[in-house]
Nanobody, 119 residues
Framework: QVQLVESGGGLVQPGGSLRLSCAASGRTLSINAMGWYRQAPGKQLELVAGITSGGRINYADSVKGRFTISRDNAKNTVYLQMNSLKPEDTAVYYC?????????????WGQGTQVTVSP
């Protein structure tokens, strides 16, 4: 299995920045991709950004040009740099990992970290 621990959320004013971190442990060599999802009150869970083991990256249209996903393979950590934050970015952010164990794809989730963008 893969365990994920997130950090870096908090309260920030509109236009501000935050960086989220997600540290993976366990069967990290089996990870195919990692990503960040978010869920705002009353809304569905949505993909914010993802990065594959091969380095392919994708973003939700709503965060393109403002958020950057990156990874440090030596630390088994994925980051989400969030700039120019808007009130609509307020949500609980979850780290996700897709991994393969004995030809079966499985998923792990972090505990979630709250991001609040407010004056």
């Amino acid at each position: 299995q893969v365990q994920l621990v997130e950090s870096g959320g908090g309260l920030v004013q509109p236009g501000g920045s935050l960086r989220l971190s997600c540290a993976a442990s366990g069967r990290t060599l089996s990870i195919n991709a990692m990503g960040w999802y978010r869920q705002a009150p009353g809304k569905q869970l949505e993909l914010v950004a993802g990065i594959t083991s091969g380095g392919r990256i994708n973003y939700a249209d709503s965060v393109k040009g403002r958020f950057t996903i990156s990874r440090d393979n030596a630390k088994n950590t994925v980051y989400l740099q969030m700039n120019s934050l808007k009130p609509e970015d307020t949500a609980v952010y979850y780290c996700n990992a897709e991994f393969t164990v004995v030809l079966r794809v499985d998923y792990s989730w972090g505990q979630g970290t709250q991001v609040t963008v407010s004056p």
